[in-house]
């Protein structure tokens, strides 16, 4: 079966780092994906790592440790618009996508 | 523009009765899925399709129905069977080149 735990709520403050950690224990791994969901609305695609390592957007950045089943999203220089979900996900050996519940983040003034 | 829409973006139907969910794409992507999305879970597969007439069931399919007649369009049924069917369906693409979902911006279904 497919295991993604990630925390259920984050606080911050505007301004701020926020690390949004995902593990994982999967069948197969072929890659991990991070999404921002705002409430009620689509998912949409923030990054998507598939070897060890950092990876840079802009304000976020994503890391990926194979040998660990680990994960994490950081989130700098918090603003009000970030307040949404940010869900986790494992691509499969048959390209299906397991998701974590999501991590709330709220972002404070 | 290109993009997914589904619609209605809300729906209210009455227990027992079967209602079909839309998702036209026109991102000429082959693959489409559906998910189910409730509170504090995370999304599950429905059905999936990676080309036109043939899809595969997800992790929950009992209860629901889909079809792929065409590249653009791949509606979902929710039938009487479905035992808790109110939640937040969301469709989704994948193209070739690419592992990424691209999604629509959902319907939420309530039964009363």
């Known amino acids: 079966g497919q295991n993604i735990d990630q925390p259920t709520e984050m606080t911050a403050t505007e301004g701020a780092i926020v690390q949004i950690n995902c593990t994982y224990q999967?069948?197969?791994?072929?890659?991990l994906f991070w999404y921002q969901q705002h409430a009620g609305e689509a998912p949409t695609f923030l990054s998507y790592?598939?070897?060890?390592g950092l990876e840079e957007k802009g304000r976020f950045s994503s890391f990926l440790s194979r040998s660990k089943g680990y994960s994490y999203l950081l989130l700098k220089e918090l603003q009000m618009k970030d307040s949404a979900s940010y869900l986790c996900a494992v691509r499969d050996n048959d390209y299906k996508l397991s998701f974590g519940a999501g991590t709330t983040v709220t972002v404070r003034a | 523009d290109g993009g997914i829409t589904q619609s209605p973006k809300y729906l209210f139907r009455k227990e027992g009765q079967n209602v079909t969910l839309s998702c036209e794409q026109n991102l000429n992507h082959d693959a489409m899925y559906w998910y189910r999305q409730d509170p504090g879970q995370g999304l599950r597969l429905i059905y999936y399709?990676?080309?036109?007439?043939?899809?595969q069931k997800g992790d929950i399919a009992e209860g629901y129905s889909v079809s792929r007649e065409k590249k653009e369009s791949f509606p979902l049924t929710v039938t009487s069977a479905q035992k808790n069917p109110t939640a937040f369906y969301l469709c989704?693409?994948?193209?070739?080149?690419?592992?990424?979902?691209?999604f629509g911006p959902g319907t939420r279904l309530t039964v009363l």
């Open positions: 999967t069948s197969g791994f072929n890659g």
């Open positions: 790592n598939v070897l060890d």
């Open positions: 989704a693409t994948r193209g070739l080149a690419t592992y990424t979902r691209y």
């Open positions: 399709s990676q080309i036109v007439n043939d899809f």
